[in-house]
């Protein structure tokens, strides 16, 4: 029995220290919130000042969203990551590129677009979000368009322009990448550039944004600071914040990591967003189903994000494998909730009971299922024998 007593004393030792060494991540995936119900977000970039074609799209996206309906009899909701300018070709050609100009979208240009946007919000099928005053920093676009006549040509081409098509460290708006690796931006800078496109996207959609998302997931602790200084609540990211362009234009220069709920140094509560599901790239509708299934398990809610290129480069296949993905959705899940990131990020600052779990069981069940995301976790619980028990807790072992 003594022999017995010290083994299991010893196996004691050895979980204790497993869990010691990654005490960190497993303390903040416990306190990291816990959602009652599945939650299921469309997150849609690029909207707004572009081609004029994205009206119609628009619609039909509208339409597509609205004859689905959640557990709750509320219709499935897309948020459109809006971009307010685009460059304006002809005067930028004028001025042989000394200088830039802006298309903004209030131009009447882009009446339609705007349309399409309101009736979409007005039936409760589209949130706009700030995605930036434009996809790219100017002064950097311009530098580029001197030396490669593949962006000289796109920035001085006569019809409202994709940001598409742009190389994609241009498509950064928060370093200057038109040299590589980037360059930061000056903090004056960044706070005058935040301050006008809030003021913009006030005068357009008539409140000030409440969240918003870097293009390219490239931002800066600056430009939060910024962002919350013009009230931005909730910040969506994609669990990491890259801060430059690296050498080889790749998204680089991590300097921090965020689970949802979390907050920036500046106030506002991270948001995750972590399935993918671009239809014109080949994704099956049962991506979105198996997403949102793998979020629910753990607690999380479960933003989707998709692009405005899948809904204009092709339209019927893309709007049939979103309205398929949102039925598998469903039948994966029935109990779904389609949520606006804004209230999502609401119900996590204020705890709100009909949101966010208290219970325990469920709680440790949904950090069970978290803990394989662990670098090295998994591989050390098999090791160890810890993953017995903790397979008790609702996950697998």
């Known amino acids: 029995m003594a022999l017995t007593g010290a083994a299991f004393s010893a196996v004691l030792l050895l979980w204790a220290g497993a869990l010691f060494v990654f005490m960190k991540p497993l303390v903040a995936r416990w306190r990291e919130p816990v959602f009652r119900h599945p939650v299921l977000v469309i997150e849609s970039d690029d909207w707004g000042a572009g081609p004029p074609g994205q009206a119609a799209v628009l619609n039909r996206l509208a339409e597509t969203m609205s004859r689905v309906r959640d557990s709750r009899g509320r219709p499935a909701l897309m948020t459109l990551g809006v971009i307010l300018e685009v460059p304006d070709g002809p005067r930028?050609?004028?001025?042989?590129?000394?200088?830039?100009?802006?298309?903004?979208?209030?131009?009447?240009?882009?009446?339609?677009?705007?349309?399409?946007?309101q009736s979409g919000i007005a039936a409760g099928v589209f949130v706009p979000q700030l995605h930036g005053q434009c996809h790219y920093w100017p002064p950097a676009l311009l530098a580029a368009a001197r030396r490669d006549e593949?962006?000289?040509?796109?920035?001085?081409?006569?019809?409202?322009?994709?940001?598409?098509?742009?190389?994609?460290?241009?498509?950064?708006?928060?370093?200057?990448?038109?040299?590589?690796?980037?360059r930061p931006l000056a903090d004056a800078e960044i706070h005058?550039?935040?301050?006008?496109?809030?003021?913009?996207?006030?005068?357009?959609?008539?409140?000030?944004?409440?969240?918003?998302?870097?293009t390219t997931f490239v931002w800066t602790g600056?430009?939060?600071?910024?962002?919350?200084?013009?009230?931005?609540?909730?910040?969506?990211?994609?669990?990491r914040r890259a801060t430059c362009r690296d050498a080889s234009g790749q998204p680089g220069c991590v300097d921090a990591a965020m689970l949802?709920?979390?907050r920036s140094l500046a106030g506002a509560t991270y948001l995750v967003r972590d399935v993918y599901f671009e239809p014109a790239l080949g994704h099956a509708p049962q991506r979105l189903a198996d997403g949102l299934a793998e979020r629910a398990r753990q607690g999380r809610?479960?933003?989707?994000?998709?692009h405005r290129f899948n809904f204009l480069q092709q339209p019927d296949a893309s709007l049939a494998a979103l309205e398929a993905g949102l039925a598998a959705a469903l039948v994966a899940c029935p109990t779904l909730w389609f949520a606006a990131p804004a209230d999502i990020a609401r119900a996590i600052r204020q705890r709100d009971p009909a949101w966010i779990e208290t219970r325990l069981r469920p709680r440790l069940a949904a950090w069970r299922a978290r803990l394989d995301?662990?670098?090295r976790f998994r591989r050390v619980a098999r090791l160890t024998g810890l993953a017995l028990p903790l397979a008790l807790l609702g996950g697998r072992a």
């Not at 550039?193 to 870097?214: C, D, K, L, M, T």
Request: hydrophobic share 55%; proline share 7%.
């Open 301 to 306: 809610a479960c933003l989707v994000e998709t």
């Open 222 to 239: 600056a430009v939060e600071a910024a962002w919350a200084r013009m009230g931005i609540e909730a910040i969506v990211t994609p669990g």
């Open 92 to 117: 930028i050609a004028a001025v042989d590129c000394a200088g830039y100009h802006a298309l903004p979208l209030t131009d009447a240009r882009f009446d339609a677009v705007r349309a399409a946007m």
């Open 260 to 262: 949802a709920g979390e």
């Open 373 to 375: 995301e662990i670098p």
């Open 150 to 182: 593949a962006v000289r040509a796109w920035l001085t081409a006569a019809e409202p322009a994709a940001t598409e098509a742009l190389p994609s460290p241009l498509q950064s708006r928060w370093v200057d990448a038109s040299v590589l690796p980037s």
């Open 192 to 214: 005058d550039a935040v301050a006008n496109e809030v003021s913009v996207y006030q005068r357009i959609f008539g409140h000030r944004p409440r969240v918003a998302v870097a």
